[in-house]
């Protein structure tokens, strides 16, 4: 199952068996999670969901912020994917992948293309808090 999470602390609910009608939302009502529940849908966090412990959880969390921190800059630098990728001596490709957050992407990578980009110790501390 590929998924992209926005935020660990969503509420994701599926129908079991019918992995193509997953739905996330926050801060879920409690008559809409009976009527779901009531249709066969199951309920919970995406922690409960995907099986993950708090470290792993936490460390997802810090690799989006990271992404987000790059992406946010990159914009405020009026700069487009392809020209940080030529900064970074990437592609394009691999840039878009970063901002996506997508696992492939090491914390460390995100960490070096920040700094490459002006960031400091301070910014990315901020970016991660």
């Not at 509420?11 to 193509?20: A, D, F, S």
């Not at 066969?40 to 708090?54: A, N």
């Amino acid at each position: 199952m590929n998924k992209y999470v926005d935020n660990m602390s969503d509420m994701i609910y599926y129908q079991p068996h019918e992995p193509t009608r997953q739905t996330t939302g926050v801060n879920m009502d409690k008559s809409k999670k009976k009527d779901l529940e009531s249709k066969g849908y199951k309920v919970g966090s995406v922690e409960e969901f995907f099986g993950l412990s708090t470290e792993e959880s936490e460390y997802i969390e810090l690799k989006l912020a990271l992404s987000q921190a790059l992406a946010k800059r990159r914009k405020q630098s009026n700069l487009t994917q392809a020209q940080l990728a030529k900064m970074l001596k990437s592609s394009q490709s691999r840039v878009a992948k970063m901002e996506r957050g997508d696992p492939t992407v090491s914390v460390d990578l995100l960490v070096k293309s920040l700094l490459a980009m002006g960031a400091n110790k301070k910014s990315i501390a901020k970016a991660i808090a």
